[in-house]
């Protein structure tokens, strides 16, 4: 039983090693280090583009009941996330580099996978995971559009990184650490502006220069990775309600909250790199010197990265995939990540993971676990794969996509809590059927 899995990102890595585990020997295919695009900045695998953030690791947020039940289920991200987190208050998140480091290893080093670099430009013979993601090769993604047809895998939407400045260039006289309304340890280093110096930073913002991304338009980012200067472009006051929120970050030196605050997060275990929380940004890199150390805390910074955009292709999914993430024309192919419409790392890290367990069951003659829509991995599958849906769109995981309780809970937190203990015990039920 042999499986070629293309793409050694969050995805492709979770499923390569979910297959191996199971006794399923794989052929992992990578470009890199023979090709890289723009955003790839190593050798590793599972590199993180964006953020180092995995977002909220609270039962009481969809996204964290997603990782308990990952964590549950042995997921190869989440242990390597979990072994390299650094402090970020009620969130995971890692050291960029020693988490990439970690799972290479890990994939590198089991028996069962073999790790072929270079670009894949056609499709191998027998049974093929596809998890090159939302920047796949032109090459391979004319491939795709040959196979699958181009009505179906030209939808888009665009995505940006945040700038990363080093620690010792922030002005620690002019900032503060802390967490939001003291939850979990004072973490972020918070960068206070007074309201002149707000709108001084809003209205250059406003108008900096963009650099060119071709066909981009505001209308087509995904909401959560909004540049910065499109949300500034909604209103005067749209930042701080948003990313430069000040409530519950009171100012020690003078005891109240400030009129807006920039957030920064540790991005490296030693705490020698920081990024900007929330600028997420396509300006060009003068500009975005010019106008990002209008912040007083910035007024030095030295920026190790600066912010960059590019578009996501992703797939229709719905009317090309069934719930195991297989395509419903041929079922030797098998998708997974961002591709196949799941937004951001830890849904991609889950549809490799069901990816990944459901072909194994499948190469060694054994039923599906049809993980139900009561579980956050189930869901994610489901909505992928709903036929009935309309304009089909990226989705994170949400509770929206999870059934209701049977009973009226009140409060949010409270009913959501709840939701997340209904689905931890079904995958605590399923979970020596999964791990077999």
Not at 137 to 142: G, Q
Not at 161 to 172: G, N, Q, R, T, Y
């Amino acid at each position: 039983m042999h499986v070629t899995v293309i793409g050694a990102g969050l995805a492709g890595s979770e499923a390569a090693w979910q297959l191996a585990q199971r006794g399923i020997s794989v052929t992992l295919r990578e470009m890199k280090p023979e090709k890289r695009i723009p955003a790839h900045t190593t050798e590793y695998f599972a590199e993180l583009c964006c953020s180092n953030s995995l977002r909220s690791d609270q039962l009481e947020n969809a996204v964290g009941l997603l990782k308990e039940e990952l964590r549950r289920l042995d997921s190869l991200i989440l242990r390597c996330a979990d072994a390299t987190r650094v402090p970020a208050g009620g969130a995971l998140a890692v050291d960029r580099h020693g988490f990439a480091k970690m799972v290479t290893e890990a994939v590198r080093s089991h028996p069962n996978i073999t790790v072929a670099s270079g670009e894949v430009t056609a499709l191998p013979e027998g049974e093929v995971l596809v998890a090159t993601g939302p920047l796949t090769s032109d090459a391979f993604a004319e491939t795709l559009l040959a196979l699958l047809g181009r009505e179906n895998t030209t939808l888009n939407f665009y995505d940006a990184a945040a700038p990363l400045v080093s620690f010792e260039s922030v002005d620690m006289d002019s900032a503060y650490f802390a967490s939001r309304y003291d939850k979990g340890t004072p973490d972020y280093i918070n960068c206070p502006m007074e309201k002149d110096e707000y709108l001084a930073f809003w209205q250059e913002l406003t108008k900096a220069e963009e650099a060119a991304v071709h066909g981009f338009e505001d209308g087509q980012v995904f909401e959560g990775c909004m540049p910065v200067e499109v949300m500034a472009r909604r209103g005067e006051d749209t930042l701080r309600y948003g990313p430069l929120k000040p409530r519950g970050l009171k100012d020690p030196k003078t005891g109240r909250e400030p009129y807006a605050v920039v957030q920064l997060r540790k991005d490296n275990a030693e705490g020698s790199i920081y990024n900007l929380v929330g600028f997420q940004t396509h300006l060009k890199w003068p500009e975005q010197r010019r106008v990002f150390t209008m912040i007083p805390a910035l007024k030095n910074a030295q920026f190790l990265r600066y912010g960059v955009m590019h578009r996501n292709t992703y797939l229709d999914s719905p009317r090309l995939l069934d719930r195991y993430y297989r395509l419903k024309s041929q079922p030797r192919l098998t998708f997974a990540g961002q591709m196949t419409g799941v937004e951001g790392y830890v849904e991609s890290c889950a549809s490799g993971f069901l990816a990944g367990v459901e072909l194994a069951r499948r190469l060694r003659g054994q039923a599906p676990l049809d993980f139900p829509q009561e579980t956050a991995i189930g869901a994610l599958g489901l909505y992928v794969s709903n036929a009935s849906v309309g304009v089909f769109q990226p989705m994170n995981i949400n509770f929206g996509i999870i059934p209701p309780l049977d009973h009226r809970v009140k409060g949010k937190r409270n009913k959501n809590a709840e939701l997340s203990a209904r689905s931890l015990e079904i995958i605590d039920k399923m979970r020596e059927e999964v791990l077999v």
